[in-house]
């Protein structure tokens, strides 16, 4: 006997509720924080380096998370 099993659309949107809700958030607020100590604050172009530098990072960790979540 073949079972098949899927998520239902409610179990996918609970899926994705609790991704938005925690993982995201953390990777943006605890772990995707860029190293600056190589730009002083004073440079005019910081906040555009800091973003960048944080966009890489929360790209790195989300293919990490893709491709070793089991």
């Avoid at 910081?46 to 960790?61: Q, S």
């Amino acid at each position: 006997m073949k079972i098949l099993a899927h998520l239902s659309q409610n179990q996918l949107k609970q899926l994705d509720d609790l991704i938005e809700q925690t993982i995201l958030p953390a990777l943006q607020e605890d772990v995707c924080i860029p190293n600056m100590d190589d730009v002083p604050k004073s440079d005019p172009n910081w906040d555009g380096i800091h973003e960048d530098r944080t966009a890489v990072l929360y790209v790195e960790a989300l293919t990490y998370l893709k491709n070793n979540i089991i």
